[in-house]
């Protein structure tokens, strides 16, 4: 079936520096959604990609989806400790289900 | 706008014990997920309501497990009896439509304890 790969499972980082997680599908997405959960919180959409290449910015997350449509990546420049949490990527496998990486858990170090 | 309202958020409850979980969506979606969230196995979607229609529910863990949604502004999980692999944080969520590229808007979640 349809699976999605989310890398890496965790990075820690220093306050300051950068992050990235990279997404990929076994098959082409339609689109690709974006997702943050913080620590003991909810799921919250950020973010959908719909276009080949297309590339999205909010102030300092860039979001971008691959030429081929299966691929997808979350940046963030000068990590803040408000960014931490775990960031998921999901794609649709039908009208209504999306298939979720495991997500990426952003840890800025002390 | 009320979001996704989840009850009760915390629930700690002895192995054999009927465990209810409720969860209003937001007023005008039309589709409800319950999803449930563990470590090991990540988010998994239990059961998809569209129109108050069980869709699909072949997520469902086994016979324990029941879901109903007797109208547009209200959906329950029930585990009975419960094991203590239930154990768990148990999301509801809504959309608009069904149709793709819906964001799916949570709830703050239910975090399920069974001793």
């Known amino acids: 079936g349809q699976q999605v790969m989310q890398i890496p499972q965790y990075q820690h980082v220093q306050e300051g520096e950068d992050f990235t997680t990279y997404c990929n599908s076994s098959t082409t997405l339609s689109n690709i959604q974006w997702y943050k959960q913080r620590p003991g919180g909810h799921p919250v959409f950020l973010i959908q990609l719909v276009k080949s290449g297309e590339v999205k910015k909010q102030k300092r997350l860039t979001f971008q989806f691959g030429e081929a449509k299966k691929n997808s990546s979350l940046h963030i420049t000068a990590t803040q400790t408000t960014d931490v949490g775990t960031y998921f990527c999901?794609?649709?496998?039908?009208?209504?289900?999306?298939?979720w990486g495991a997500g990426t858990k952003l840890i800025i170090k002390p | 706008d009320a979001g996704v309202i989840q009850s009760p958020r915390h629930e700690v409850t002895e192995m054999g014990q009927e465990v209810t979980l409720r969860c209003k969506p937001i007023?005008?979606?039309?589709?409800l997920f319950w999803y449930r969230q563990t470590m090991m196995r990540g988010l998994e979607l239990l059961i998809y309501?569209?129109?108050?229609?069980?869709?699909?529910d072949s997520g469902m863990p086994e016979d324990r497990f029941s879901a109903k949604m007797p109208n547009a502004s209200f959906s329950t999980l029930k585990i009975q009896p419960s094991e203590p692999r239930d154990s768990a944080v148990y999301f509801c969520a809504s959309t608009r439509d069904r149709g793709l590229g819906q964001p799916q808007h949570f709830g703050d979640g239910t975090r399920l304890s069974i001793l």
């Open positions: 999901a794609g649709p496998e039908s009208n209504y289900q999306l298939i």
């Open positions: 007023s005008g979606h039309n589709s």
């Open positions: 309501f569209n129109n108050n229609v069980p869709i699909d």
